[in-house]
C-alpha cells in the first residue's frame, strides 16, 4: 500500500508561532501517532503543554472507542455481531452525525462500507481487486438506513459492519480542540493527518496559514487559505491507494452505489466550515459524489466552503474562501458558479 504522510502534503505553516517573542505566551507542540496518523498539536498560552497533553489523552482514548480493528472497542463490539450494543456518548453522537450526512448525501457517505472495505483489503493490507459477484453480494450489507441507533444503543442487521474511519478524525479534532479550550488556551492548531482545526488565531493575532493538500506528485499542495477558528479536512485518492495487476490505481474511498473506488474525475476535496465532525464527513461524500454534485450540494444545504481538485488538474474554489485562498504556481483557481 502506498501511503504517503501528511506532512509535505498538507503542510502547516507555523513558523511565526513557533519561533515566538518574549512577549508572547508559551507555545507547546507535540507530535504523536494515532488513529493509524501523525498527528501533531501545538498551543500557545500559559497552561500549553498540560492542554496539549490533555488533549492528546483525549484522542487515544476516542480510538480505543473507535478503531475498527479493537474487538472490544464500540465499533468491534457492534461488528462482532452482538447487537444491541451500548455505546458511549462519543461513539453515538458520530454515528447519528454520520447518518444526517448519509441522508442529505443520499447515501455518498454510508459507514455501512466495511464489508467492501475488507474486500478490497483496504483493512488488512492485503489488496486485491475482489470480482464483481463478490461485491454484488456483499453490497448487500452495505445500507445505512439499517443502522438504528437509540439514545447509546446501536443495533445493524446480522452481516452488517461499520467503519468510522470518514469522520473519526474530525470529531477528534473537534474534541481535541475543546479541551483546549476547556483549559484556558485561545490559540491553537491540531493536524490530524488531513484534519486540521485551527483554534482562534496565532498567536500574534494574524491568521493561521494552511497549504491545502495536492494530489499531484509533482506539487506538494494546490495553494494556501488563511483562516482562523475554522476546521479545514481533506480527502483524497491520492492517500491510500494501490496499484492492481491490470495497471490502474484503486483507491480507498468506495461508492457504496457500485462497491468501486469513487472514479468520477474529482481527485480530493477539501472542506472548510465550523465543524470538524462534518467537514471530515462531507470531504469524503463530495468525493464520492463528483464535481457537480459537490456544488449543487453546497447550494443546497452551504455551512461550509470547498477547494475541488479535479483529475484535469482543475481547481474549483467556493465564494466563502475565495478572498483567503491563493493558489499554488501551476493552479488556477475557478469560483463555483
Ligand atoms: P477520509 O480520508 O476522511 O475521506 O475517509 C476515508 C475512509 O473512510 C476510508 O479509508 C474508509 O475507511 C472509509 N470509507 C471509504 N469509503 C467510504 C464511504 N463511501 N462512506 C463512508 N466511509 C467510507
Ligand atoms: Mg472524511
Not at 467556493?318 to 469560483?335: H, I, K, N, R, Y
Request: overall charge negative; aromatic content about 8%; hydrophobic content about 40%.
Amino acid at each position: 500500500m502506498k501511503k504517503r504522510l501528511f506532512y509535505p502534503f498538507f503542510a502547516v505553516i507555523l513558523a511565526a508561532a513557533l519561533t515566538g517573542c518574549n512577549s508572547q505566551p508559551p507555545t507547546y507542540s507535540r507530535s504523536f501517532f494515532a488513529m493509524d496518523t501523525l498527528m501533531s498539536i501545538t498551543a500557545s498560552g500559559d497552561n500549553s503543554e498540560q492542554a496539549v497533553n490533555k488533549a492528546a489523552e483525549k484522542i487515544s482514548q476516542l480510538e480505543t472507542l473507535l478503531s475498527v480493528t479493537l474487538p472490544d472497542s464500540d465499533v468491534g463490539r457492534i461488528n462482532g455481531g452482538s447487537s444491541p450494543v451500548e455505546v458511549s456518548g462519543d461513539t453515538a453522537e458520530i454515528i447519528s452525525r454520520s447518518l444526517e450526512i448519509s441522508e442529505k448525501t443520499d447515501g455518498a457517505l454510508d459507514i455501512t462500507i466495511y464489508p467492501v472495505l475488507k474486500a478490497w483489503g483496504f483493512t488488512a493490507g492485503q489488496h486485491r481487486i475482489p470480482p464483481e459477484n463478490e461485491l454484488a453480494e456483499l453490497l448487500q450489507f452495505v445500507d445505512y438506513r439499517q443502522v438504528k441507533i437509540s439514545g447509546n444503543t446501536v443495533s445493524v442487521p446480522t452481516g452488517f459492519m461499520i467503519d468510522l474511519g470518514a469522520l473519526a478524525k474530525g470529531y477528534a479534532a473537534d474534541t481535541a480542540a475543546e479541551t483546549l479550550k476547556s483549559e484556558g488556551i485561545s490559540s491553537a492548531l491540531l493536524n490530524l493527518g488531513g484534519n486540521i482545526c485551527a483554534v482562534g488565531s496565532k498567536s500574534d493575532g494574524k491568521p493561521w496559514k494552511i497549504a491545502a493538500a495536492s494530489p499531484f506528485e509533482d506539487e506538494d499542495y494546490v495553494g494556501v487559505l488563511e483562516i482562523s477558528d475554522k476546521s479545514v479536512v481533506t480527502s483524497g485518492k491520492y492517500e491510500r491507494y494501490f496499484t492492481g495487476g491490470d495497471g490502474k490505481n484503486y483507491h480507498h474511498i468506495i461508492d457504496p452505489k457500485n462497491g468501486f473506488p469513487s472514479e468520477n474525475g474529482l481527485a480530493a476535496v477539501t472542506i472548510i466550515g465550523d465543524s470538524g465532525v462534518i467537514c471530515d464527513a462531507l470531504s469524503t461524500a463530495l468525493l464520492v459524489m463528483g464535481e457537480q454534485a459537490a456544488i449543487d450540494f453546497r447550494r443546497e444545504y452551504g455551512g461550509f466552503d470547498f477547494l475541488l481538485v479535479t483529475d484535469d488538474r482543475r481547481l474549483i474554489v467556493s465564494g466563502g474562501v475565495w478572498d483567503c485562498f491563493t493558489a499554488s504556481e501551476g493552479f488556477t483557481a475557478v469560483l463555483a458558479e
